[in-house]
């Protein structure tokens, strides 16, 4: 019932867990914080945004060589989509403008999981997968939030015109960034020479 509920707005929200989509945008905000003297900040995201997409890499690999059927591909959508909304929603709850924090972190968090549960609704991954994405994106949160500081300088309306600003961006660019197929191969690869 839910997944027909949000049917027609999947194909917009499964985009901002695209690599094409995250991955330039944990840039522009680590600049962002950085220039608003957030470093230490900067840094936890940065680090979290990376240590999502190794973890996410092997278990896709090590899923697809050995894992069962219905964890063939843990989802990377879902994985970055955590990574990246999770610490961004920490991050809008830390600036001054308490209201507008509070209702951007909520939204940042729907977005986190709307794209675990579109992927599953466009039947490109199993639930095992989505959720198996989402914890490893759930994984580098924990990594933020042990990073990052307690207080942030920069405020909810530079955030919120930041990510605007990406959405717009992306929307006239479509970058997307196909891992699924090249991990595939290096996971046949890797089953193959194990098996020998």
Known sequence: ???????????????????????PASVGLAAA???????????AFLAAIMVCGVMATFAKILSMAFG?????????????????????????????????????????????????????AQGVHTEPEAFAGFFIGLASFGLFLSLAPARISIGAPA????????????????????VEGPLERIATRLAHMLAL
Not at 3 to 18: K, M, R
Not at 33 to 43: F, K, N
Not at 159 to 178: R, S
């Open 1 to 23: 019932m839910l997944l027909q509920s949000i049917e027609p707005i999947v194909p917009i929200v499964v985009v901002f867990g695209d690599a094409g989509f995250v991955l």
């Open 33 to 43: 914080l950085w220039a608003a003297g957030d470093r230490r900040a900067a840094v």
């Open 68 to 120: 069962p059927p219905a964890l063939h591909s843990p989802s990377g959508h879902a994985a970055l989509a955590a990574a990246f909304f999770l610490p961004l929603s920490a991050i809008f709850m830390r600036v001054r403008e308490k209201w507008a924090g509070i209702f951007a972190a909520l939204l940042c968090l729907a977005l986190a999981a709307l794209v675990a549960i579109g992927r599953v």
């Open 159 to 178: 955030l919120i015109v930041f990510f605007a600003a990406t959405v717009a961006i992306h929307a006239h660019m479509g970058l997307t960034i196909e």
